[in-house]
């Protein structure tokens, strides 16, 4: 891989800047109408089964990693992303307080480039490009290498969506051939970033010089109580913990469990299709999974967990599911598996009173994964809203299959994403789910008010008069 950008390429990424631009002009008079149309295109070309079937099943081919039976089922995404873009104004004047005196007007943030994880070839694009189309906006993808192919070819599907709703296709380009100097070239020319990925792919979009939204590294936990149905939790543990081999950073991979319904949760998760490792079956994974320097290995990742025992060094019934270690008193740097896994695994802890659970989680978190999520099957309105208000999260799912809820779900009012921001706990610039609304730009139109001038005595209350020579 080149070392320095060539001038073929510089030349290729200015062409397709000069194209997105082209192709922005083209709709920048649309109405409303024409874009939820676009939208409605490229939501059904891109998402449509049998399709998007094909892509999904392409990406796991072409990347090794992943469930290839169950990623086709991730098209909910561009359905649910369609819901929103068509409830969301995107163009004209789309939000208006009159007691305040205030009109917002949306505008086009630009041509956006959007750096495509291996994860996810076949679903980020069109969950980014029906967003980022109906803000008038263009983008071009620049995929990882490992998946370049599937990415490409949804790029193609997406623009030919784009001529039958009679837009320019060059809305949505791909880089052909990626490498980390084209990548940092448009990052660099474009407007706008939206890195979904690793540490380093949004290490380097902050470090372009242009706005970037990117995302923060998962290590999702996950706290049980004694007012939990144990059999909801350990199906919606399970539904989370598999869903794509555990390939999402959303994944359950720490479970809390109070001490009196310890036992019996771990029965419901065996139920359920969980193997309990032994103390050296824990350390053979530990050895597999995280190479010398702590980077977890290739082998191991978002894989069933027949495969990662296989590698280990050891095996497992075939109707085992998912992993589980017993991982109590093991939280920090140089207890591995109280960082993000990756793959079907995840880690047992157990706790007496709540303030101990709390207490797990402040550690975790301190480890790694601060900013994203953390999830808690409780019927407690205490002990839910303690966790709310102690766990340094950006979002928190009660009783809810954690990577299945955390980007949006048709039973919860999250927004859909593919991109979860992770605050300035994660080094980002946002918490939020990142939507269409983080695709525009706004002109904020002020007319006069009523003055709205407090007394000096209401505003400095009890320290009004007080001598402070």
Same mark, same amino acid.
């Given at each position: 891989?080149?070392?320095?950008?060539?001038?073929e390429?510089?030349?290729?990424?200015?062409?397709?800047?000069?194209?997105?631009?082209?192709?922005?002009?083209?709709i920048?008079?649309w109405?409303q109408?024409?874009l939820d %149309?676009?939208?409605?295109?490229i939501?059904?070309?891109?998402?449509n089964?049998? +399709?998007f079937?094909?892509?999904?099943?392409?990406?796991?081919?072409?990347?090794?990693?992943?469930? %290839?039976a169950g990623r086709?089922?991730?098209?909910?995404?561009?359905?649910?992303?369609?819901?929103?873009v068509?409830?969301?104004?995107?163009t004209?004047?789309?939000?208006t307080d009159?007691e305040?005196?205030?009109?917002?007007y949306?505008?086009?943030?630009g041509?956006i480039?959007?750096?495509?994880?291996?994860?996810n070839p076949?679903m980020?694009?069109?969950?980014?490009g029906?967003?980022?189309?109906?803000?008038?906006?263009?983008v071009?993808?620049?995929?990882?290498p490992?998946?370049?192919g599937?990415?490409?070819e949804?790029?193609?599907?997406?623009?030919?969506?784009?001529v039958e709703?009679?837009?320019?296709?060059?809305?949505?380009?791909?880089?052909?051939?990626?490498?980390?100097?084209? =990548?940092?070239?448009?990052?660099?020319?474009?407007?706008?970033?939206?890195?979904?990925?690793g540490?380093?792919?949004?290490?380097?979009?902050?470090?372009?010089?242009r706005?970037a939204?990117g995302?923060?590294a998962? /290590?999702?936990?996950?706290?049980i @109580?004694? =007012?939990?149905?144990?059999e909801?939790?350990?199906?919606?543990?399970?539904i989370?913990?598999?869903? @794509?081999?555990?390939?999402?950073?959303?994944?359950?991979? /720490?479970?809390?469990?109070?001490?009196?319904?310890y036992?019996?949760m771990?029965? !419901?998760l065996?139920?359920?299709?969980?193997?309990?490792?032994?103390?050296?079956?824990?350390?053979?994974?530990?050895?597999?999974?995280?190479?010398?320097?702590g980077?977890?290995?290739?082998?191991?990742?978002?894989?069933?967990?027949?495969?990662? !025992?296989?590698?280990?060094?050891f095996?497992?019934?075939e109707?085992?599911?998912?992993?589980?270690?017993?991982?109590?008193?093991?939280?920090? $740097?140089?207890y591995?598996?109280s960082?993000?896994?990756?793959? +079907?695994?995840m880690?047992?802890?157990h706790?007496?009173?709540? /303030? @101990? !659970?709390?207490? =797990?989680?402040? $550690?975790?978190?301190?480890?790694?994964?601060?900013?994203?999520?953390?999830?808690?099957?409780?019927h407690?309105?205490?002990?839910?809203?303690?966790l709310?208000?102690?766990a340094?999260?950006?979002?928190?799912?009660?009783?809810?299959p954690?990577?299945?809820?955390?980007?949006?779900?048709?039973?919860?009012?999250?927004?859909?994403?593919?991109s979860?921001?992770?605050?300035i706990?994660g080094? /980002?610039i =946002?918490?939020?789910?990142?939507?269409?609304?983080?695709?525009m730009n706004?002109?904020?139109?002020?007319?006069?008010?009523?003055?709205d001038?407090?007394s000096e005595?209401?505003?400095?209350?009890?320290?009004?008069?007080? @001598?402070?020579?």
């Open positions: 891989m080149p070392k320095e950008l060539t001038e390429d510089r030349a290729i990424a200015a062409d397709m800047i000069a194209r997105a631009r082209g192709a922005m002009a083209e920048e008079d109405t109408a024409d %149309r676009l939208s409605q295109a939501a059904w070309y891109a998402g089964e049998k +399709t079937t094909r892509l999904a099943e392409q990406g796991v081919d072409e990347s090794g990693i992943g469930d %290839r086709p089922a991730k098209r909910f995404k561009i359905q649910m992303v369609l819901r929103d068509l409830r969301t104004p995107s004209g004047i789309v939000e009159e305040k005196g205030l009109v917002k949306a505008k086009p943030a041509v480039a959007s750096l495509i994880p291996m994860t076949a980020t694009p069109p969950v980014t029906v967003s980022s189309a109906n803000a008038r906006n263009a071009i993808f620049s995929p990882h490992r998946t370049a599937t990415t490409f949804m790029t193609q599907i997406m623009r030919k969506a784009c709703a009679g837009a320019p296709a060059d809305l949505f380009q791909c880089v052909r051939h990626p490498s980390i100097p084209m =990548t940092q070239h448009l990052m660099e020319e474009c407007d706008l970033t939206l890195a979904t990925g540490k380093p792919m949004v290490t380097a979009a902050y470090s372009s010089g706005p939204y995302v923060g998962g /290590n999702s936990s996950i706290v @109580d004694e =007012t939990a149905d144990i909801i939790a350990a199906q919606n543990t399970r989370s913990k598999t869903s @794509d081999f555990g390939s999402g950073c959303s994944a359950d991979g /720490n479970i809390i469990i109070q001490r009196s319904i036992d019996q771990v029965a !419901a065996q139920a359920e299709g969980g193997y309990l490792c032994s103390s050296k079956e824990k350390a053979l994974l530990e050895a597999a999974m995280w190479d010398e320097s980077n977890r290995t290739f082998p191991t990742i978002a894989c069933r967990p027949q495969q990662a !025992a296989d590698v280990a060094g095996s497992i019934p109707d085992r599911k998912f992993l589980m270690v017993e991982n109590q008193g093991q939280i920090g $740097a140089k591995k598996f960082k993000e896994k990756l793959t +079907t695994l880690a047992l802890y706790f007496e009173t709540f /303030n @101990d !659970a709390l207490d =797990t989680v402040r $550690a975790i978190y301190n480890t790694g994964g601060k900013g994203h999520s953390c999830g808690i099957y409780s407690s309105d205490a002990n839910i809203d303690a709310a208000r102690v340094p999260v950006s979002r928190m799912m009660v009783r809810q954690q990577s299945k809820a955390n980007a949006g779900a048709w039973t919860n009012g999250m927004p859909m994403t593919s979860l921001g992770c605050g706990w080094g /980002n =946002t918490n939020e789910n990142v939507t269409m609304k983080h695709m706004y002109t904020w139109v002020a007319r006069p008010i009523p003055e001038r407090p005595k209401e505003l400095f209350g009890e320290f009004y008069g007080r @001598d402070v020579a």
